[in-house]
Structures are given as C-alpha cells and as structure tokens.
C-alpha cells in the first residue's frame, strides 16, 4: 500500500517529552505518493538534518508504516509517531520511540499497550473540555504512560483561562506523570 506524504517540515517540537528537539515532521496525507518504502526512506534521510523524526497523521498505523520505522531505526533515528486513539494500535508500535496518541473516549487504540516513554495527550480547546479530560484522567489512571493536557487558549474567553488553568493544574498535580502544555 503507498504512503501518501502531504509535506516534510523541519522544526522544533513544541510539546510532549520531545518538547525543544529539532525534528523533522512528516505529516500524512494527499500529497506525494510512495509506493516503496525504500524511497520514503531515502527522502526522510537526505532532507533529515536531525536524529528525530516526527510522523503525523492518521494513516501512521498502516502496515508499511511499520517498515518505514524499523528502517529509520537501523539508520540511527529516533522517532514520535502522533495519532488519533480513533486507531488502533499496530503490532509493530514498539519499533518507534515515542507515541503520542489522542485520548478518545470511544477508542480503538490500546492505550494499556502504551510504554513510560510515550504520551497520552488531552486536548482542552473549550472549559466544558475540562470534564472530559478528567474522565479520561480517571478512565485511564492505572497506565504508566505521560498524560498531558494541550490546554489552547487561543479559544477560550479571557475571563475562563484563569480558572481553567488552575485547574489544569489542580488535575496535574493529583496524577503523577502528568503535564500541561499551553499554546
């Protein structure tokens, strides 16, 4: 099955354990077609000036995906895999370094398959998202993976983001491994 690519962009991450390392994003989707793996490789490796590649989009999980990140692994690069938990989790996701996988509450991801070393993220872009967050916070207390919360204040009225924050921060500190990133 080809891997579609809408575009390659280097960057810094901005959030999750990666947050600060340059990284090159591949972000899924219409875009260039790559039948073989071996020639998505050979891209990702002669644009890549870093040793972290962040893979992102929906069709992360298809089977050739899998391939691609055993490759990038015998060439020396680290990898971010970031998806919806809408999808389930492939046989091959211990061959990446990192997940950061969308908490669903209706999920086909696994998220007891979920390492330390990866993320559990929560999205808050409204105050009612609040009550969400800390169902799944309850739903999923028992996993050993970082939870964090991506609180987008950009949405939210001013005179909500105080309060919304402190409780943020309230849920953060009764969780171990948890973090808050504001954007």
Not at 35 to 47: H, K, M
Not at 57 to 69: K, L, Y
Not at 158 to 164: E, N, P, Q, W
Request: hydrophobic share 40%; glycine share 8%.
């Amino acid at each position: 099955m080809a891997i579609n690519v809408s575009k390659f962009r280097e960057g810094i991450r901005g959030e999750g354990l990666g947050m600060g390392l340059p990284m090159l994003f591949v972000e899924l989707g219409e875009g260039n077609s790559y039948p073989r793996v071996e020639d998505l490789v050979g891209d990702i490796i002669s644009i890549c000036k870093c040793k972290w590649v962040c893979v992102i989009g929906e069709d992360a999980t298809q089977a050739s995906m899998g391939s691609v990140a055993k490759a990038l692994n015998q060439f020396g690069y680290s990898q971010e895999y970031e998806l919806s938990g809408l999808r389930k989790d492939p046989s091959w996701m211990h061959s990446v370094s990192r997940w950061i996988v969308d908490y669903e509450a209706e999920s086909n991801f696994n998220y007891g398959s979920l390492r330390s070393s990866d993320c559990l993220r929560f999205n808050i872009a409204k105050p009612d998202d609040l009550i969400f967050v800390r169902e799944g916070f309850n739903e999923v207390s028992k996993i050993t993976c970082v939870r964090y919360i991506k609180l987008v204040l950009s949405g939210i009225a001013k005179a909500d983001r105080s309060k919304l924050v402190k409780d943020c921060i309230d849920l953060a500190k009764a969780n171990d491994r948890s973090r808050i990133y504001l954007c």
